[in-house]
Every structure is written in C-alpha cells, then in structure tokens.
C-alpha cells in the first residue's frame, strides 16, 4: 500500500531555492531533451538524475514527473522497485565529488583519493555510522568553478582537497570517529 503520492501541484519548474549555483536542472533537463521527452525513457533519465543529485527526493521525482508528463505514481513506482535508486541519502551528510573532465584536470582525484583516505570509504559508500555517503558525478553544471563538489545538495565550486578534507572530517568528527 505505497501512499507515497507526493503533492502534484508543485510548480514544474526547478525547484529555485537549491543552491546558488546549481546547473543540475539544467543538466537533467538537457537528458530528457535527447530523449523528446518521452515517457519511456523514465529509467534513462532517474538514472541521470541520481548521477547528478546522488539521491532522489520527492521534489525531484515530481519535477521529472511533470516533465516526461506521466504520472507521480509511476515515478515513483519505478524509482522504488528498482534497487539502485536511493530516495535518501544513505548518510547524514553527502559528499559528490564531481569527476567530469574540467573537474578532473584540477584534481578532483585527488580530492576522491583524499576523502577515501579519511573516510576509508570508496565513491558510492557509507560509512559504518551513517555520517557520510561518499559519491562521485559526472559533470554537474558547474565547470567555471571546477573543482566542484556538492555539500548536502549545494554546490560549492572552487575547492581545494584541503576545503574538502576539513569540511568532511568536520562530519565524521560531529559522530563517531
Ligand atoms: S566537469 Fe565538474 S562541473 Fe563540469
């Protein structure tokens, strides 16, 4: 008895509060246009849009709805059933580091072999006491201000492996150890 159905009414547009930089909607979108927009292209497109957001919130699923015009409750059904969609975070805290090519040549592997180091976790992981989900992207919209990150679901551009380090170790250090 799923009575997930999110409120329908919500404005089809990108959600607009986010992040001060967030190209992500424009990426998404940017899928669903090589795919017409067609309804069966749902899986291609949640696929896109975990790769680009790390999870699939409510708001998201509703605005994917609303773009490939099917209903909410399809949406969701298919995010559901198939286990490699994530709805929440699985930490408390999300890191994505972005690895597309401009990120990349200014040392987003570094940052990635970083974050591993402290967080002895690999991209796609949690940590055992649930502070961190540690995920890598493709390119997230924010080239101009590579390397790019993404903190709980804002974008932060810019960044150097050590703005990295102690940002997270800031969050494993706020549970366990
Ligand atoms: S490559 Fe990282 S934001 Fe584009």
Redesign the pocket.
């Known amino acids: 008895m799923a009575t997930q159905a999110a409120t329908v009414d919500k404005s089809p547009t990108a959600p607009a509060a986010k992040a001060p930089v967030d190209n992500r909607y424009k990426l998404l979108e940017a899928t669903m246009k090589r795919y017409s927009y067609q309804a069966d292209s749902l899986i291609e497109v949640l696929h896109s849009a975990q790769q680009l957001f790390s999870f699939l919130d409510d708001e998201l699923l509703t605005y994917i709805a609303h773009k490939l015009k099917v209903p909410p409750s399809r949406v969701y059904g298919v995010a559901t059933f198939y286990h490699f969609f994530n709805l929440k975070p699985q930490g408390k805290h999300t890191c994505v580091v972005?690895?597309?090519?401009?990120?990349?040549v200014k040392g987003?592997d570094k940052i990635v072999d970083a974050i591993g180091k402290i967080s002895k976790i690999k991209p796609g992981e949690t940590t055992a006491d649930g502070e961190l989900s540690f995920m890598v992207a493709?390119?997230?919209?924010?080239?101009g201000?590579?390397?790019?990150v993404v903190y709980d679901g804002a974008v932060a551009g810019l960044v150097s492996t050590e703005m990295v380090v102690d940002k997270v170790k800031g969050w494993l250090a706020d549970g366990s150890e």
Do not use: H
């Not at 972005?98 to 990349?104: D, I, K, W």
């Not at 201000?145 to 790019?148: L, T």
């Open positions: 972005c690895m597309g090519t401009a990120c990349y987003a493709r390119c997230i919209g924010a080239c201000i590579a390397p790019a």
